[in-house]
């Protein structure tokens, strides 16, 4: 698939504000008040808000706020990379205000990222509130088009079978040459969705083959049960996972880069921003 390239030039802000800089030069995070300038998506500044905390930095003036957030945008970037069927880079859209102020430079949104929040140090136990993260996961789906989708990640023993297409569809989870796991899903199995138990499967990642022609389709990425994960990214290529303050290492992996590992302090109340930025240097098979 051609990777679609997007030309960034540099961009002054209004009077009284010095030139704004990539999210992800020199520091990969910035606190939220970076992001209030801009609306998100088409919305308020106030969008970016962390349980009703402000988006300028400030700590929250009423109740305590018990947790923070972090996110960003997957990139790539540079030229487009050279890449096959058995090595995709898919591109999706993002916001203009991801590249506000960078210079010189050329950026795409990257989709298949997974990322996950990776705890350091933090009082008590770190877990997610998932119902305040994106994007959600769970699902392994055909809807002709992409089938499955190349990237599938799933966060429990239970995974989502969905089948959008007239046709039966067959796959093989493979890990080391062998074959772990066979799915077949009914054809227009849609309204109805079935669900398959991969209780079996340890934490880790999957080809997934078609059953009869052995050809690559996909990857399963098969979370551990403590893990804070999202993903994949997609569209906007955005991310955001709702975190208890502390010390945590973010990392974004694509099945055909290396991983992208930054730190990232969570603060109640704050915004994070950690872009995974991937380039050629990045690329294996």
């Not at 998100?40 to 988006?55: S, Y």
């Not at 009914?186 to 052995?214: N, V």
Request: net charge negative.
């Amino acid at each position: 698939m051609k990777l679609c390239l997007l030309a960034i030039v540099a961009v002054s802000v209004a009077a009284g504000c010095g030139p704004r800089h990539p999210v992800d030069a020199g520091d990969p995070t910035t606190e939220a008040r970076d992001e209030a300038r801009v609306p998100i998506d088409g919305g308020t500044g106030n969008d970016a808000a962390v349980d009703g905390a402000p988006t300028d930095g400030a700590a929250a003036s009423t109740a305590a706020v018990q947790s923070g957030t972090v996110s960003g945008t997957a990139f790539w970037l540079g030229p487009t990379p050279v890449h096959s069927a058995r090595r995709p880079l898919h591109s999706g859209s993002a916001h203009p205000r991801d590249w506000e102020g960078a210079e010189d430079a050329e950026f795409s949104a990257l989709e298949d990222v997974v990322v996950s929040a990776i705890p350091v140090r933090v009082a008590g136990t770190a877990s997610a509130a998932k119902t305040d993260n994106w994007p959600e996961t769970g699902t392994l789906s055909c809807d002709g088009s992409q089938c499955p989708s190349y990237v599938t990640v799933a966060t429990g023993d239970r995974l989502e079978l969905l089948n959008f297409t007239r046709r039966a569809v067959s796959w093989e989870l493979v890990k080391d040459g062998r074959t772990r796991l066979a799915i077949s899903i009914d054809a227009s199995r849609k309204d109805a969705p079935a669900m398959l138990d991969i209780s079996a499967l340890e934490a880790a990642t999957y080809e997934i083959l078609d059953a009869a022609t052995r050809e690559r389709r996909g990857w399963l990425y098969r979370a551990a049960p403590d893990e804070i994960v999202v993903g994949p990214t997609g569209g906007n290529c955005r991310y955001s996972i709702s975190l208890p303050p502390g010390a945590y290492r973010i990392v974004a992996w694509h099945p055909h880069l290396t991983a992208v590992d930054k730190p990232v302090e969570i603060r109640a109340g704050i915004i994070r921003r950690v872009n995974p930025v991937f380039a050629g240097k990045d690329l294996r098979d």
